[in-house]
């Protein structure tokens, strides 16, 4: 049987279905909440300490404690008013086209949930157990399956070369792609990873933890060279994408590569949070 079929049937094809959630609270029941669920879950957001975990596949419409903790965390890392309720602003920015690794903040804390402090730091984070690319390795090589879009391999020279002028790294383009310590690939939907694409927005792309060195873009995307008009520059993607092959997670700093949210139109370099990052996973 296929891998991973019942995730693929779980995932709605856009999130247009979250129009109809603004201004839902704990205790109600929605169509479309068991899709929200889900997707919060794959970002990372229904790992919380404290709760009892609902039994496997009871993935219901109702609105209950753990999606209430879950919008809290994601309301606290992106800055929002943390309400706990679907509010406008909430929606919004959970419909953003972005990354589909998850935000870390290692576990959540029911307790510290339920408070009113904010929990996340702005910064850089690694991925859980800190993977890196061990000591000797610092020079990756990188390919494209034969086939794949030309245009893509000066955007991924450009963002290689800005990872380079930057950390310890060096990259070195290669033909051999069974070989190559980084693959870069477009995929579509299911592509037997776990992780299915979900058709155009949504989830752009997605990268391993060292030293897995797989990275894959979605393929059903406006994909570009530079900034157009509702297009996703390959560049800038490429350049946060490698960030997670090279070992660091979303931050919530808005001016840096590694924000989790990439919106089409716009072209990002490194910004000092990614720079202190690296720096700090790799000193040098």
């Not at 019942?6 to 839902?24: A, C, F, H, M, S």
């Not at 980084?182 to 792309?205: M, W």
Request: charged share 20%; proline share 7%; glycine share 10%.
């Amino acid at each position: 049987h296929p891998p991973h079929q019942k995730e693929t049937n779980q995932t709605p094809q856009t999130l247009d279905y979250l129009k109809n959630l603004v201004g839902i609270r704990k205790g109600t029941t929605a169509k479309g909440l068991s899709h929200l669920k889900s997707y919060l879950s794959n970002l990372g957001y229904m790992n919380i300490e404290g709760i009892k975990k609902p039994p496997p596949g009871a993935n219901d419409d109702s609105f209950d404690e753990n999606l209430e903790l879950a919008i809290r965390a994601y309301q606290s890392f992106f800055k929002l008013k943390v309400t706990g309720m679907l509010d406008g602003d909430t929606v919004k920015q959970i419909m953003e086209p972005r990354c589909g690794v998850a935000d870390n903040f290692a576990v959540l804390n029911k307790t510290l949930l339920q408070s009113k402090m904010p929990i996340i730091a702005s910064r850089y984070t690694f991925f859980p157990g800190k993977p890196v690319w061990p000591a000797g390795k610092r020079s990756l090589t990188y390919s494209f399956p034969p086939g794949t879009r030309p245009d893509i391999n000066r955007c991924l020279l450009a963002a290689t070369d800005i990872w380079g002028a930057n950390s310890a790294f060096g990259f070195t383009y290669i033909d051999d792609y069974a070989n190559a310590d980084v693959k870069i690939s477009f995929q579509v939907r299911d592509h037997g990873d776990g992780n299915p694409f979900d058709g155009p927005l949504g989830i752009l792309a997605h990268a391993f933890a060292p030293t897995d060195g797989r990275l894959h873009m979605d393929g059903d995307e406006k994909w570009c060279d530079g900034v157009y008009e509702g297009q996703f520059d390959m560049q800038t993607v490429g350049l946060h994408e490698m960030g997670h092959i090279l070992g660091l997670m979303h931050t919530g700093d808005v001016g840096a590569v590694m924000y989790p949210y990439i919106g089409p139109n716009s072209r990002k370099g490194l910004g000092q949070d990614d720079v202190d990052g690296i720096k700090a996973l790799y000193p040098f």
